[in-house]
Antibody
Framework: QVQLVQSGAEVQKPGDSVMLYCKASGYTFTDHYVHWVRQAPGQGLEWMGWINPNTGDTKYPQKFQDRVTMTRDTSVSTVYMDMSSLRSDDTAVYFC????????????????WGQGTLVTVSS | DIQMTQSPSSLSASIGDRVTITCQASQDIGKHLNWYQQKPGKAPRVLVYDASNLGTGVPSRFSGTGSATYFTLTINSLQPEDIATYYCQQYDHLPQVTFGPGTKVDI
């Protein structure tokens, strides 16, 4: 079955960097974009960007352009997200999510999610 | 950027009630609107895609309507397992997507 399995919880200090991973299985890795979405404690969902596992192309919203880098390793069907210059307000659960896209039907939605990784930023 | 708003931000209802959540976009997004359900401590799950299509395995008591800037998610006959937070999400201006702020449903 389709699965996205994420790395374990992290505790980092302000100013540090963190790299999270999202390992895909049960489907052709290069067929689906992967997005990252985060959720601060008690807050809503915030979109962080996507990577095309086939080409390595990425897109980030302006808020994260300077601090987030998404990469992939097709040999192990894994997407990585690196976030630098961490602040306390980066404390959140970080989700990876697969996109189901059908350009003919004009459809685009997150059909599979990872279990989430809690990142705590604290001195 | 497209802004999404939802109302109410939270609601309390009884088992069997009909519940309606609204989502508004700051500009016309056609039918490019999805709804997700998130239970505490879990990842979100798609309920409705393209404004009105039910996701796989989603009970028929859920339904979505709307287009352009105004959308609704309705739960007919609220069940205990429907306690969750519901988010709308637009994808009209790809490559960017935007989530609404969420509506928390309690019993």
């Amino acid at each position: 079955q389709v699965q996205l399995v994420q790395s374990g919880a992290e505790v980092q200090k302000p100013g540090d960097s963190v790299m999270l991973y999202c390992k895909a299985s049960g489907y052709t890795f290069t067929d689906h974009y992967v997005h990252w979405v985060r959720q601060a404690p008690g807050q809503g969902l915030e979109w962080m960007g996507w990577i095309n596992p086939n080409t390595g192309d990425t897109k980030y919203p302006q808020k994260f352009q300077d601090r987030v880098t998404m990469t992939r390793d097709t040999s192990v069907s894994t997407v990585y997200m690196d976030m630098s210059s961490l602040r306390s307000d980066d404390t959140a659960v970080y989700f990876c999510a697969r996109i189901y896209r059908d350009d003919y039907a004009d459809t685009y939605y997150f059909d599979q999610w990872g279990q989430g990784t809690l990142v705590t930023v604290s001195s | 950027d497209i802004q999404m708003t939802q109302s109410p931000s939270s609601l309390s209802a009884s088992i069997g009630d009909r519940v309606t959540i609204t989502c508004q976009a700051s500009q016309d997004i056609g039918k490019h609107l999805n709804w997700y359900q998130q239970k505490p401590g879990k990842a979100p799950r798609v309920l409705v895609y393209d404004a009105s299509n039910l996701g796989t395995g989603v009970p028929s008591r859920f339904s979505g309507t709307g287009s352009a800037t105004y959308f609704t998610l309705t739960i007919n006959s609220l069940q205990p397992e429907d306690i969750a937070t519901y988010y709308c999400q637009q994808y009209d201006h790809l490559p960017q997507v935007t989530f609404g702020p969420g509506t928390k449903v309690d019993i």
